[in-house]
DNA sequence: TCAGACTTTGACCGCTCGGTCAAACCTTTC
DNA sequence: GAAAGGTTTGACCGAGCGGTCAAAGTCTGA
C-alpha cells in the first residue's frame, strides 16, 4: 500500500504526525510551524528541512488521508450484491473509516468551510465516491428531480459526516460520550435503519409510478 | 425585533458586515483587522474604536446570526398542528433562515471543526433547537437506541446543513448551480419527503412494536 | 464663533509568523 | 582519522499581525 511516503525518514513523518492531529484540533491557519516542531520535539527549521513550507505539509497530509480514504473504500465498491447490500458495504466502510480518523471529517470540513486553498483537491478526491453512488442509485432513482440519486448522496454523506461535526458539540446534552463505542454502534445501526427505509420507500415510489403510468 | 445592535451608529454595521462577509469566505484567523477595514473602507483603528477588538467583533457577528435565528425559528415552534406540520414547519424555517445567510452554516461549521474559542456559544445556541425536537418527536420515536429523537435530531441537521456545505463543492459536477433558487427548491422537496418518509417509517415501527408485544 | 464631544486618521509598538542559512553535529566509508 | 554526506540546530530576516495613541477633523448646541 504505497503512499508516496515511504521514501521519507521516521522524523519526516512524526512531523507529519503532529501537524496533522494539530491541524485537526485547530485549523491549519490556527497553527504556526513552530507549534508543529514542539509537538514533534524537534527544532522548526526540521519542519521545512523535510516539507519544504507549511502548505506542501498540508498537502501531503490531505494526500495521506485521500489515499487511506480511497483504499478503505476500494473493497467495498466491488459490485457484489444487491444495491442495498452493496450500499451498507460502503456506509459501513464510510463509518469504518470516520471512526479510525476522527481528524479527517474536520479536516475536509476545514477545507469546504474555510478558505481553503485546497478545494480543488477535495473534489478531485469526493468525485469518485459521488460517481459512485449515483451509478449504483441509478436503478433505485428517478432521474431528475428531489428524489435524484444526487439529493440521496449529499443526504446520505451530510447523515454521515454530521454526526461526527456536531455530536462532539452536544456532548453535555448526551447520555454518555457520543464518541464512544456504544455510541457509535447505536449510529451505526441508526444509519442502516436510515438507508434501509429510503431504499424502501423508493421502492414504494417507483411501483406507484409505474401504476400511475398505467 | 432588537439585537443589541440599535445603539451602533451606521459605521459600526458597515464594519460588523464587512466582517462577517470576509470571515465567511475565508474563516476567522485567515481574515485581518486590515481587511476588514478596507473591506469597509475605513481605517484599520476604527474597528478597534467601536468593536474593542477582534474577538469582541466575531462575538457580535455570532450573535446577531443567533438571534436572527432564533427569531426566525420562534413562530415555527409554536406547538399547532400534527407533529409532521410542525416539522415541516421548523424545517422550512431553518431552509429559509439558511438561504437568506448562507454565510451563516460556514461559521458554524468553522467553529464546530476548528479551534473555535466559542464552542459553548453554539452549543448555548443549538441546545433549544436540540430540546424542541426531542420533546417534539418524543411520541412518535423510541426513548432509546438507534432510532431515538436524538438520533433524528443529528441526522435532519446534517441533512440541512450538508447541502450548504458541500453542495458548493460539487457544483462542476451539478447540472447547473446547486445554490441557485431552483436547485434549493428540488432541495427543499427533497428534505419534505425524506422527513415524510421517516415519520411513516417511525409509525410503522412502532405499530411492529405494539404487535410483537401482545 | 468657539468650546466640547464624538469620529477618523496615520504612525507606531511589540510580537509572532513562515522561512532561510551557516555552522555544528552525527554517521558512514575508506 | 579524516573526508563526505546527511541531519539538526539556533540565530536571524522581513512581513504582517492585533492593538494603541495622540493629533486632526467634524459636528453640534449655546
Redesign the interface.
Request: charge should be negative; hydrophobic fraction near 40%; charged fraction near 25%.
Given at each position: 500500500m504505497p503512499n508516496g511516503l515511504e521514501s521519507k525518514t521516521e522524523r519526516a513523518i512524526e512531523i507529519l504526525d503532529a501537524a496533522d492531529a494539530l491541524i485537526g484540533?485547530?485549523?491549519y491557519?490556527?497553527v504556526s510551524a513552530r507549534d508543529i516542531a514542539a509537538r514533534a520535539g524537534v527544532n522548526k527549521a526540521l519542519v521545512f528541512y523535510y516539507w519544504g513550507s507549511k502548505a506542501e505539509l498540508f498537502d501531503k497530509i490531505l494526500e495521506r488521508y485521500y489515499q487511506a480514504h480511497r483504499q478503505a473504500l476500494a473493497g467495498a465498491f466491488e459490485a457484489e450484491g444487491s444495491t442495498r447490500e452493496r450500499i451498507h458495504r460502503v456506509v459501513d466502510a464510510y463509518l469504518d473509516f470516520m471512526e479510525q480518523h476522527r481528524v479527517y471529517?474536520?479536516l475536509i470540513?476545514?477545507q469546504?468551510?474555510?478558505?481553503g486553498t485546497h478545494?480543488e483537491a477535495?473534489?478531485r478526491h469526493?468525485?469518485p465516491f459521488?460517481?459512485w453512488t449515483l451509478l449504483q442509485l441509478a436503478e433505485v432513482t428517478p432521474r431528475t428531480?428531489?428524489?435524484a440519486a444526487?439529493?440521496f448522496y449529499?443526504?446520505i454523506?451530510?447523515?454521515?459526516?454530521?454526526?461526527f461535526?456536531?455530536?462532539?458539540?452536544?456532548d453535555?446534552?448526551?447520555d454518555g460520550d457520543p464518541m464512544s463505542a456504544e455510541a457509535l454502534d447505536?449510529?451505526r445501526?441508526?444509519v442502516?435503519?436510515?438507508v434501509d427505509?429510503?431504499l424502501?420507500?423508493l421502492d414504494a415510489e417507483s411501483e406507484k409510478q409505474e401504476k400511475s403510468r398505467d
Amino acid at each position: 500500500m504505497p503512499n508516496g511516503l515511504e521514501s521519507k525518514t521516521e522524523r519526516a513523518i512524526e512531523i507529519l504526525d503532529a501537524a496533522d492531529a494539530l491541524i485537526g484540533e485547530v485549523g491549519y491557519d490556527a497553527v504556526s510551524a513552530r507549534d508543529i516542531a514542539a509537538r514533534a520535539g524537534v527544532n522548526k527549521a526540521l519542519v521545512f528541512y523535510y516539507w519544504g513550507s507549511k502548505a506542501e505539509l498540508f498537502d501531503k497530509i490531505l494526500e495521506r488521508y485521500y489515499q487511506a480514504h480511497r483504499q478503505a473504500l476500494a473493497g467495498a465498491f466491488e459490485a457484489e450484491g444487491s444495491t442495498r447490500e452493496r450500499i451498507h458495504r460502503v456506509v459501513d466502510a464510510y463509518l469504518d473509516f470516520m471512526e479510525q480518523h476522527r481528524v479527517y471529517p474536520r479536516l475536509i470540513q476545514q477545507q469546504l468551510t474555510g478558505g481553503g486553498t485546497h478545494r480543488e483537491a477535495v473534489l478531485r478526491h469526493l468525485a469518485p465516491f459521488f460517481d459512485w453512488t449515483l451509478l449504483q442509485l441509478a436503478e433505485v432513482t428517478p432521474r431528475t428531480g428531489p428524489l435524484a440519486a444526487r439529493q440521496f448522496y449529499l443526504t446520505i454523506s451530510g447523515i454521515v459526516t454530521g454526526y461526527f461535526t456536531y455530536a462532539p458539540a452536544l456532548d453535555s446534552r448526551w447520555d454518555g460520550d457520543p464518541m464512544s463505542a456504544e455510541a457509535l454502534d447505536e449510529r451505526r445501526a441508526h444509519v442502516h435503519w436510515m438507508v434501509d427505509t429510503l431504499l424502501s420507500a423508493l421502492d414504494a415510489e417507483s411501483e406507484k409510478q409505474e401504476k400511475s403510468r398505467d
